[in-house]
């Protein structure tokens, strides 16, 4: 069974700076594509960034700019840096992983997943 287990989130303030990380294991990491979704209060999971074997990457459009998302596969890790953060993106981060070089917008496209990391941006 795939293990994902995150890292790094926390609170900050309005226009800072997290850098969020994922450690992958019991699966073979070069051949997944990863990826992070979010969920704030009272919402429905989100997607924000994915990356794959070859690092294509994809973004929700919310996130352009600021997130960036990446992976070092000699370490089966996956890591999402997020800057200029908005109060608005308070929400637990789940990192997300799939078999293949797709990488998917929709929540219900990614199988595997962590158990999340709180990201609190007060205002």
């Known amino acids: 069974q795939v293990q994902l287990v995150e890292s790094g989130g926390g609170l900050v303030q309005a226009g800072g700076s997290l850098r969020l990380s994922c450690a992958a294991s019991?699966?073979?990491?070069?051949?997944?594509?990863m990826g992070w979704l979010r969920q704030a209060p009272g919402k429905e999971r989100e997607f924000v960034a994915a990356?794959?074997?070859?690092?294509?990457?994809y973004y929700a459009d919310s996130v352009k700019g600021r997130f960036t998302i990446s992976r070092d596969n000699a370490k089966n890790t996956v890591y999402l840096q997020m800057n200029s953060l908005k109060s608005e993106e308070t929400a637990v981060y789940y990192c997300?992983?799939?078999?293949?070089?797709?990488?998917?917008?929709?929540?219900?496209?990614?199988?595997?997943w962590g158990q999340g990391t709180q990201v609190t941006v007060s205002s």
């Open positions: 997300v992983g799939r078999p293949g070089a797709a990488l998917p917008g929709s929540v219900r496209l990614w199988g595997d």
């Open positions: 019991r699966l073979t990491f070069s051949n997944y594509a």
């Open positions: 990356i794959n074997w070859s690092t294509s990457t």
